[in-house]
C-alpha cells in the first residue's frame, strides 16, 4: 500500500537555524512529490513540487527540497527559519494513473525567539 | 481572483442531523476532492471527482455523500450514518495532469464541524 511517512511530528528550532523536515514515502514508481504548509485554522499552501528533472527544486518563501530516488526521500531544507515560518508541514505523494493524492501525518514546526 | 471559497467557516450541529458543506471553484479545474483532518492523522480523502455527473469514493467515505452537478460546485453531506464527524472538512481542486503538469492540489479555507 502506498504511505507517506513524516517521522517527526513535532520540530523546534531558534529563529535564523537552519531546518530540514523529513518525508518518505512508498510506491513503486517515482510519484508526484509534493510539500503543503498549513497555518492553524486555514487551508493547505503550496510551497513546492516534483515530477522529473532537477533534484533539488525551489519553492515559495525561501524552501527548498531534494528528492532522493535511493532513499525514497524528498526533505524539505530552508537555510534560516523566520518566526513566521511557524505552521504544520504536509507531504504529500501524487498518483496519477489513480488520480489521488496521499498525506503524511505532518510536522508541527514552533520557532524559538 | 479564483480560488476555492468554503462554507460556512464554522458548523455546529446536534446528533442525528445532516450537514452540508459548500465548496465552490472558479479555477475552472476539472477534478475536485473533500478531505477530513483530524489532529496527527494528516488529511484523508472522503470523495473525489473528475467530471460532472461523476465521483469515486476516497479512503474514508462511509456516512458522507456528494454531488457534482456542475463543475463548479462539490458539495458535501455529512450524515448522520458517520460515527464521528466532527472535524476539519478541507476541499481542494485540481486539473488533471498531462505531461510534466503536476496538477497539484488546491485547497480552500477548510469548515470545522462541531457535533454537540
Known amino acids: 500500500a502506498q504511505s507517506v511517512t513524516q517521522p517527526d511530528i513535532h520540530i523546534t528550532v531558534s529563529e535564523g537555524a537552519s531546518l530540514e523536515l523529513r518525508c518518505n514515502y512508498s510506491?513503486?514508481?517515482?510519484?508526484?512529490l509534493f510539500w503543503y504548509v498549513q497555518s492553524p485554522g486555514q487551508g493547505l499552501q503550496l510551497l513546492l513540487k516534483?515530477?522529473?528533472?532537477?533534484?533539488l527544486v525551489q519553492g515559495i518563501k525561501g524552501f527548498e527540497a531534494e528528492f532522493k530516488r535511493s532513499q525514497s526521500s524528498f526533505n524539505l531544507r530552508k537555510p534560516s527559519v523566520h518566526w513566521s515560518d511557524a505552521a504544520e508541514y504536509f507531504c504529500?505523494?501524487?498518483?496519477?494513473?489513480?488520480?489521488?493524492?496521499?498525506f503524511g501525518s505532518g510536522t508541527k514546526l514552533n520557532v524559538k525567539p | 481572483d479564483g480560488g476555492i471559497t468554503q462554507s460556512p467557516k464554522y458548523l455546529f450541529r446536534k446528533e442525528g442531523q445532516n450537514v452540508t458543506l459548500s465548496c465552490e471553484q472558479n479555477?475552472?479545474?476539472?477534478?475536485m476532492y473533500w478531505y477530513r483532518q483530524d489532529p496527527g492523522q494528516g488529511l484523508r480523502l472522503i470523495y473525489y471527482?473528475?467530471?460532472?455527473?461523476?465521483?469515486q469514493k476516497g479512503d474514508i467515505a462511509e456516512g458522507y455523500s456528494v454531488s457534482r452537478e456542475k463543475k463548479e460546485s462539490f458539495p458535501l453531506t455529512v450524515t448522520s450514518a458517520q460515527k464521528n464527524p466532527t472535524a476539519f472538512y478541507l476541499c481542494?481542486?485540481?486539473?488533471?495532469?498531462?505531461?510534466?503538469?503536476?496538477?497539484?492540489?488546491?485547497f480552500g479555507e477548510g469548515s470545522r464541524l462541531t457535533v454537540l
Open positions: 481542494a481542486s485540481s486539473i488533471l495532469p498531462s505531461g510534466t503538469n503536476t496538477g497539484e492540489l488546491f
Open positions: 510506491y513503486g514508481a517515482t510519484p508526484y
Open positions: 516534483y515530477f522529473s528533472g532537477d533534484t
Open positions: 504529500a505523494v501524487g498518483l496519477y494513473n489513480f488520480n489521488k493524492f496521499y
Open positions: 479555477l475552472n479545474h476539472d477534478a
Open positions: 471527482s473528475q467530471i460532472v455527473n461523476d465521483f
